[in-house]
């Protein structure tokens, strides 16, 4: 691994197959990461679409590259071969590419957008009366 811990921030929902399969990614390397729920939290997902410019997730910057619409699998190949992370052979405590979570029917998953890309800016939140 050439890089030191990474800054990961990561949008995704709170039952979602993908999601969990991200999450599943960042225990397998004991990463460190900032969780933002989009779902119990919507303007957390209107931070999402704002510096993504698309409402799908989850979503991942990673020192500053945005990973739109992966999945774990997506994900974990990303992170070894930009060398955060070794290959590992050991099991994810999910799997880190499908669409169900707990008995949800299968649903086929859409070709991803998951190219690293430099994140934009966030503008700040305004409120209306």
């Not at 197959?17 to 303007?43: C, F, H, N, T």
């Not at 704002?50 to 989850?58: H, N, Y």
């Not at 020192?63 to 974990?76: I, R």
């Amino acid at each position: 691994m050439s890089h030191p811990a990474p800054k990961i921030v990561i949008y995704l929902k709170t039952f979602c197959g993908w999601s969990q399969g991200v999450r599943a990614v960042m225990r397998k390397y004991a990463l460190k990461y900032e969780e933002k729920d989009i779902i119990k939290d919507p303007a957390l997902r209107w931070e999402m679409e704002q510096r993504t410019g698309q409402p799908l997730s989850p979503c991942i910057e990673i020192d500053g590259h945005m990973l739109v619409d992966v999945s774990g699998e997506e994900v974990e190949k990303w992170l070894i071969q930009n060398e955060y992370v070794g290959q590992s052979e050991a099991a994810p405590v999910v799997p880190i590419s499908s669409p169900r979570v707990r008995g949800e029917a299968a649903q086929p998953r859409p070709k991803s957008l998951g190219k690293a890309r430099p994140a934009s800016k966030v503008e700040k939140i305004r409120f209306f009366d």
